[in-house]
């Protein structure tokens, strides 16, 4: 056994206790390491799965929003008998063809014509993919796989088969540089036409600025866990002779070290505070789509509302004129006094008359090439008060008039009548919601310069509502669930400050309200 002399025992010691400690502090190195690993891997994933999952939100959004809209202009020309499919379908496709969406507008809408759900050879013929023009018109097959060998079409048809929709994940060709990418489609069936729409996300963008951003630091990383790894073996191999030496260096090495896990950290943080970045403007992007579609959405419901207006119109006018067509033969049948039977006979006809006219005014409102015409305020106003003059009367409300000067004014008068009617209405139900004992509409007309101003004024209590103009906002109201949508204001205004280029404005008073139409 060699014997240590007792001149080197102060060296061996020292180097001893280098390696220990340097043993110690790279073991203590590559765990920290392997630890950032862990957690990088981790965000990475939590970041590219949020990624998806928005990309995936925004397709379902715009395949949901073209089917409802499909769905509505098919619904609305059908109620407005006018319903031609080649020729709606022509528009809606022509559409699709232009939408384009995402950070570069690489993404796309594509549309098959299903023959079967089954599958097969020829499962369906490809309407529209503006990525791939030259399938237009042609029956693909669901063989077909992508570059890893997935045949995502008979995945989709199996879940559309089981539940109407389906997301798949796969690699197809880039529109921009006909490269092979991988991406994200959502697929929905429109059973009515037998078309399956469909909208894809690419993925690469994220994608690949992830992994060039973990290769960089996997790079670095191993390239400097390796340099550690070969100087403290050089080091340690000739630690007997230059041990004071070698310490110097090994702790200069560690001190470096140190820095080096540092600046590895601080490059850490960044990269998770850039990826962060890119989640968080990618989830504001969304936010944006999202609110954009909330703002088509209520302007569907808006149309939908319309035409339910008029479907449900429909039915009591018809019964109407079939009941005062009824009442005429029991007259004419000597079962009825004569001159009231005329006299409400010709009362009920100019209403159904009247209400008729307005519907298709009302409905109609949205349509071009509507032309103005002159015509006298007061007139509109009695043809008004022949129809809710009297509901209001029932409800002990007393009506004034107080009119100066009577004036004609350039414009729509029905659309014009049905803004009075509407504010009308809502002074009544006001003062009925008070619970007022002597409920009272003030309605005037003044001209002022070469403007006219007709104001109806209540005593219900006022608006609640502040500031007063949100009460001229879509889907506000003051009423309860079931007995207003909030939308009668705000077409009120468009009709008068859009249609007619006047001003409709409100205002409060000590015991009620003031709606004022200048035009």
């Known amino acids: 056994m060699q014997i240590i002399k007792e001149s080197n025992i102060s060296r061996v010691i020292i180097l001893s206790t280098i390696i220990i400690i340097s043993s110690v502090m790279l073991f203590n190195g590559y765990f920290f ?255 944006e789509q999202e609110q954009l579609l909330i703002q088509k959405s209520k302007f569907i419901a808006l149309g939908e509302m319309i035409s339910n207006i008029a479907h449900q119109w429909r039915q009591p006018l018809s019964q109407l004129s079939a009941l005062l067509m009824t009442l005429k033969l029991k007259h004419r049948m000597d079962k009825l006094d004569k001159t009231t039977m005329e006299s409400k006979y010709a009362e009920a006809d100019s209403i159904v008359e009247y209400m008729s006219k307005t519907i298709d005014d009302f409905r109609n409102f949205f349509m071009p ?42 414009g729509y008068k029905n659309e014009y009548e049905q803004v009075i009617l509407n504010l009308l209405s809502n002074a009544k139900d006001a003062i009925i919601a008070a619970q007022k004992e002597d409920g009272r509409i003030i309605i005037s007309l003044s001209i002022v310069g070469k403007k006219a101003r007709l104001s109806v004024e209540d005593n219900g209590g006022g608006i609640l509502i502040t500031p007063i103009e949100k009460i001229f906002e879509p889907y506000m109201t003051t009423k309860s669930d079931n007995e207003g949508t909030g939308i009668g204001l705000y077409m009120s205004k468009l009709i008068i400050e859009k249609s007619m280029k006047g001003r409709l404005y409100a205002q409060n008073k000590v015991d009620g309200a003031i709606f004022t139409i200048e035009i």
């Not at 999952?53 to 925004?58: A, E, K, P, T």
């Not at 790079?219 to 310490?247: D, P, Q, R, Y």
């Not at 129809?387 to 008039?401: A, D, F, P, R």
Request: aromatic letters at 12%; zero cysteines; a neutral charge.
């Open 33 to 287: 390491i392997a630890k950032q690993y862990e957690i990088l891997d981790g965000q990475i994933e939590e970041s590219r799965q949020t990624f998806i999952q928005n990309q995936r939100n925004v397709l379902q959004r715009e395949v949901d929003t073209i089917i409802e809209l499909i769905s509505f202009k098919k619904n609305y020309a059908i109620a407005n008998n006018s319903y031609d499919e080649d020729a709606l379908k022509a528009e809606i496709y022509a559409w699709i063809r232009t939408i384009r969406f995402g950070e570069n507008f690489s993404n796309y809408v594509f549309v098959y014509e299903i023959n079967t759900l089954q599958g097969g050879k020829a499962f369906a013929k490809m309407l529209i993919n503006p990525n791939r023009p030259d399938l237009e018109g042609q029956y693909i097959s669901d063989d077909y796989t992508d570059e890893n060998g997935k045949a995502f079409r008979k995945i989709f048809l199996k879940e559309i088969h089981e539940k109407g929709n389906s997301f798949v994940e796969y690699t197809y060709k880039k529109p921009e540089n006909s490269l092979i990418r991988p991406k994200v489609s959502y697929f929905k069936l429109y059973e009515p036409w037998g078309l399956i729409i469909a909208a894809g996300a690419y993925l690469d963008g994220i994608d690949q600025e992830i992994e060039e951003s973990k290769k960089a630091f996997q790079k670095k990383v191993k390239l400097e866990a390796t340099s550690a790894t070969i100087i403290f073996l050089l080091f340690t191999l000739i630690a007997n002779s230059f041990a004071v030496m070698l310490g110097k260096t090994i702790e200069r090495f560690l001190n470096n070290y140190h820095a080096q896990v540092k600046q590895k950290t601080e490059e850490l943080e960044m990269l998770n505070r850039t990826l962060e970045s890119r989640v968080s403007e990618e989830v504001y992007k969304n936010r």
């Open 369 to 410: 090439n509507k032309d103005p015409k002159e015509f006298s305020i007061k007139e509109s106003l009695d043809e008004v008060l022949r129809i809710i003059g009297k509901s209001i009367t029932n409800q002990n409300i007393e009506i004034v008039l107080t009119i100066s000067k009577d004036k004609k004014i350039l």
